[in-house]
């Protein structure tokens, strides 16, 4: 079975509806494939998380979603 590593950031506004839609269409793919899998982890690195720390993402951010 193929597991695909994808980086979830809800974002603000509609953005986190829409990306917990996208994710049960991704799980339903891979669900009708029956040799793909999804292991998803979220980052909230939206508009709040740039309030409290005057930043998008922390410094390392890219480098934790390259793995």
Do not use: N
């Not at 695909?4 to 049960?24: F, L, M, N, W």
């Not at 799980?27 to 009708?32: I, P, Q």
């Amino acid at each position: 079975m193929e597991r695909v590593s994808c980086a979830v950031i809800p974002g603000d506004g509609i953005g986190p509806e829409v990306v917990a839609e996208g994710v049960k269409v991704l799980e339903a793919a891979a669900e009708l494939d029956g040799g793909l899998a999804f292991d998803f982890t979220e980052f909230p690195w939206g508009c709040e998380y740039y309030a409290r720390r005057q930043e998008m993402m922390p410094a390392d951010g890219l480098d934790t979603l390259a793995g």
